[in-house]
């Protein structure tokens, strides 16, 4: 029986990809779930499995581009295989006595155990590597069937690792790796007749496995750049065998291609540093001069990858204007007890700036547009993203359909969406398909400044620190609490004109917070 393999679905934007790499060559045995090739799109880099045990035999090559639903390769199973057992019983009749490969059925005296590998799990189309945060569990610990043991980090989010079977743990991967969407993190050894005779021999186990089987499995891997890692290696011409993988199986990534280029490049800088100084000596410094050293998160470098691009692709600028907060001041301290006391949250200022933006965003679509290709995409809907400063870095949950909430359901769902952010809990969906953000620099005492736009949106808005200022009113001088407002827009999609006017109308309805009531 043969079975076809096609280009699994990758992402809803995703029509095609790239054959990066074959694992496997063409008539070799594979393994059911066994990885045998490396996928790209123009988003990430994904791993292709086997859907059974058989032969391999390909109908793509590596570089080729093909579509979602190409069939990429088949696996010959039935007689092929059979054909195959027999063979490897016939030359290997010991092996088989003493049990299989480690990861299918072990047979023992007493009974029999099965091996689980557990992998990285797909968290995201943009997600290709994750970081292993913590281990729940210990090595060699008894688990349970969907029993959480462990927690990895991504750029985006941490995620809990549940055990996909009953039994012991095999740690594979420690706390601090960075592995890749696939990569191997533990196994679970379970445990069908007696669990005891499954450890008794680890001797005859060893035995078992023939004589060079370990090079074999990752020879894959071993040395083998990841496609990211062979594309930043050939732009710098820089040898695969000349740089060390630290990746799964020795596998080369993509930091350690970046590290090697580095190296490359210090290493005139420090031949320079051995030629014979001049006599002149500068003076040495005095005093403590220690420095500290982090490894940047992923959410960290993310942030940073993602401000550069905005800065370097989009038209941005930024206009601003003030408010008079007096008015929603006024009314906050006229119904705040109520308002908790009716709604059990408190009545803060994000919900009026929430409702404002969102009636000035229906007034102004342009503002609440974005870019797709060739094509401006207007919403007629508002996703108003919240910036949330966390300790691992800055995120933005989404409100979905903020335009149709009551005050009371914006504070409630700014206060959940806070909380899962700050705890590390926020799933991708809850911080992605935003059409406007909203920062708040005043919680930290900023006075003014230009936010950066949150990609793919076209504008977003800054808050800022209240501060009392003399104002003229009515031809009288009085002091208000005024703020700042900073509006930061793309001008490939916005013109000056809805820009200003954009804003003047937020401004408008926060000095009347009666019309955000009205709708006027």
Not at 90 to 115: F, L, N, R
Not at 225 to 233: G, Q, R, V, W, Y
Not at 251 to 257: H, P, V
Not at 499 to 519: H, T, Y
Request: aromatic content about 4%.
């Amino acid at each position: 029986m043969s079975v076809e393999i096609k280009v699994p679905q990758v992402g809803e934007s995703i029509t095609e990809v790239t054959i990066a790499s074959w694992l496997k060559k063409d008539g070799e045995q594979v393994k059911m779930d066994e990885v045998i090739a490396e996928l790209e799109s123009d988003k990430a880099t994904f791993e292709l499995t086997a859907e059974a045990s058989g032969v391999l035999k390909i109908m793509a090559e590596e570089g080729e581009t093909v579509e979602i639903g190409a069939t990429l390769c088949t696996i010959e199973e039935g007689e092929a295989i059979e054909e195959a057992s027999k063979v490897e019983k016939e030359e290997a009749p010991s092996h088989k006595k003493e049990g299989s490969s480690d990861t299918e059925v072990k047979k023992s005296a007493g009974g029999k155990s099965e091996i689980i590998e557990m992998r990285v799990p797909t968290v995201g189309e943009s997600i290709t590597e994750v970081v292993l945060s913590s281990w729940l569990k210990a090595d060699g610990a008894t688990v349970k069937l969907d029993e959480i043991i462990a927690e990895v980090d991504s750029d985006k989010a941490t995620f809990e690792l549940p055990a996909e079977a009953t039994g012991t743990l095999q740690i594979i991967a420690q706390e601090g790796d960075t592995l890749e969407v696939g990569g191997l993190i533990c196994k679970i050894e379970v445990a069908e007749n007696d669990a005891a005779d499954s450890k008794a021999e680890p001797t005859s186990k060893k035995s078992a496995e023939p004589e060079g089987a370990k090079d074999n499995k990752s020879s894959h891997a071993d040395g083998h750049p990841s496609p990211a890692a062979a594309k930043i290696l050939a732009e710098k011409g820089i040898s695969p065998e000349a740089v060390k993988g630290t990746g799964h199986g020795g596998r080369i990534t993509k930091e350690d291609a970046l590290n090697a280029e580095k190296a490359k490049a210090d290493a005139p800088a420090k031949k320079a540093e051995s030629k014979p100084q001049s006599a002149e000596v500068a003076p040495t410094p005095t005093g403590d001069r220690h420095q500290t050293r982090q490894k940047m998160t992923n959410l960290r470098k993310t942030i940073a990858r993602r401000l550069v691009t905005v800065k370097n692709e989009t038209a941005m600028l930024t206009t601003f204007n003030e408010v008079d907060m007096k008015p929603i001041m006024d009314v906050r301290k006229k119904y705040k007890e109520s308002f908790k006391a009716k709604y059990e949250v408190n009545l803060g200022f994000m919900s009026f700036f929430t409702k404002a933006v969102c009636q000035a965003l229906l007034e102004w679509p342009s503002v609440n547009a974005q870019i797709d290709g060739e094509e401006i995409v207007l919403n007629d809907f508002c996703d108003v993203s919240i910036a949330v400063s966390t300790p691992r870095g800055l995120v933005v949950p989404v409100i979905r359909n903020a335009e149709k909430m009551s005050f009371q359901q914006i504070e409630k769902e700014i206060l959940r969406l806070a909380g899962k952010a700050r705890d590390g809990k926020l799933s991708i969906e809850e911080m992605t398909g935003g059409t406007f953000t909203i920062t708040n620099g005043g919680v930290f005492g900023s006075l003014l400044s230009t936010p950066i736009i949150n990609a793919p949106q076209s504008a977003i808005l800054g808050m800022h620190n209240i501060v009392e200022r003399a104002m003229v009113v009515d031809g009288e001088i009085v002091v208000r609490p005024m703020m700042y407002l900073a509006l930061s827009y793309d001008h490939r999609v916005i013109d000056g004109r809805e820009s200003v006017s954009f804003l003047v109308r937020v401004k408008q309805l926060l000095e009347d917070p009666a019309r955000l009531l009205l709708g006027v």
